[in-house]
């Protein structure tokens, strides 16, 4: 694969993983309030996010899976637990004083 496709690859799947943990976090009272309708709203939710997922991967590179993609997707959920949340909130704005 050509680098300029390999660099927005990561990106998206970097940008993506922060924007599934924050619909994920936004959606969860939603989720698992009741056991029956959270199951199938949790499992729509995860088939919804795979097909925008491959929907935007699609313009880039021909939707294309590579084994990397998963560690960086990984990374950027992490990234927006780690400097997003609001029990860390104080760790990103110490930074900026």
Do not use: E, W
Not at 9 to 18: D, H, N, P, T, V
Not at 26 to 41: M, Q, R, W
Not at 67 to 73: A, L, S
Not at 88 to 95: A, E, R, V
Request: proline share 1%.
């Amino acid at each position: 694969m050509i680098l300029i496709y390999q660099i927005k690859s990561l990106s998206l799947a970097f940008i993506y993983g922060i924007f599934f943990a924050f619909t994920f976090r936004k959606s969860k009272n939603i989720l698992f309030n009741n056991k029956i309708i959270g199951i199938v709203l949790n499992l729509l939710f995860m088939i919804d996010h795979t097909l925008l997922f491959f929907i935007l991967i699609r313009f880039i590179n021909n939707s294309r899976l590579h084994i990397y993609m998963f560690p960086v997707f990984i990374l950027g959920i992490l990234f927006y637990r780690y400097y997003f949340t609001f029990s860390n909130k104080n760790k990103l704005t110490s930074k900026i004083k």
